[in-house]
């Protein structure tokens, strides 16, 4: 009996063995009562191919059951637009997957200011290096005040990263101001002044002279050509015409240096003789 039992098992076996060698499924390619990757939501019966929707639908990567009981059919997976597989390039690093959208950064990449996470799904935002002071993203850093890290650039946000230091707050900036509002760096409205580091100096080579002065260095002086104006090189007034057209006017040199001039010459000439 127990003889007869063993050779019945093995007729049974290597009849199964040649039944499931000839099957009629797409060329051999599917297996006896195994679902098709070819024909989603189908098995493989004796007569070839057979509808399976519950069974084999979900089992080939890609596709959904549609509708429900007679009515449910196998299709092909979206997430509105997108086709299964497809990277959603406004909502980085979003995928979609049967159906679902699933982060998959690897694939799709990051948005700006972030980097791909160690994991390789997720997306981690971009520290800011405030010269060697690490700030995470989101976070004032502590080493400039007013700045702010935002994905990976430290930005003016004196609104919410307080300004200190003697800076003031102008807009989203801090910056140094002097006693008349100039920005540190910038001329003052008042020439030749030049805001530098919080004082009003001279910057006349930089920052000009008010009209009619010159610059002498860094500082403004009267101009030469202004104070010789209309007057004498030697000292004397302008002079003026009189009745008769001729020019007339009291000089240095014939009140002064004239009669200075005619005695030193006299002094000279009794000096040549004498010797």
């Known amino acids: 009996m127990r003889f007869l039992l063993l050779t019945v098992a093995a007729m049974l076996f290597l009849g199964g063995t040649v039944f499931a060698g000839t099957s009629p499924c797409e060329n051999g390619a599917t297996a006896y009562f195994a679902c098709s990757q070819k024909s989603p939501g189908y098995e493989c019966g004796p007569d070839g191919l057979r509808l399976n929707v519950a069974r084999c639908c979900t089992q080939v990567p890609g596709h959904v059951i549609s509708g429900t009981g007679d009515d449910a059919t196998c299709v092909a997976a979206k997430c509105g637009n997108l086709n299964n597989g497809d990277c959603?390039?406004?909502?980085k690093p979003k995928v979609c997957l049967n159906g679902a959208l699933v982060d998959n950064a690897t694939k799709c990449g990051c948005p700006t200011g972030t980097r791909i996470s160690a994991n390789g799904h997720s997306c981690d935002p971009i520290p800011c290096n405030?010269?060697?002071v690490m700030v995470?993203?989101?976070?004032?850093?502590?080493?400039?005040?007013g700045k702010k890290c935002v994905g990976g650039?430290?930005?003016?946000k004196a609104s919410e990263c307080p300004c200190s230091g003697g800076k003031t707050k102008v807009g989203e900036r801090c910056v140094l101001l002097c006693e008349d509002g100039t920005e540190?760096?910038?001329?003052s409205a008042t020439?030749?002044?030049?805001?530098t580091n919080g004082y009003l100096l001279d910057a006349a080579d930089s920052c000009g002279c008010p009209d009619g002065k010159n610059a002498v260095g860094k500082q403004c002086a009267d101009s030469v050509l202004g104070s010789l104006g209309s007057a004498n090189v030697l000292g004397g007034g302008a002079p003026t015409a009189n009745d008769t057209g001729t020019a007339t006017g009291?000089?240095?040199l014939s009140c002064c240096c004239l009669p200075t001039a005619l005695i030193a010459l006299a002094a000279g000439f009794v000096f040549v003789r004498k010797r």
């Open 136 to 145: 995470n993203n989101g976070m004032c850093s502590g080493k400039t005040p």
């Open 184 to 187: 540190d760096g910038a001329c």
């Open 250 to 252: 009291a000089s240095s």
């Open 153 to 156: 650039t430290l930005v003016d």
């Open 88 to 91: 959603d390039t406004n909502n």
């Open 191 to 195: 020439k030749p002044k030049k805001c």
């Open 130 to 132: 405030d010269s060697g």
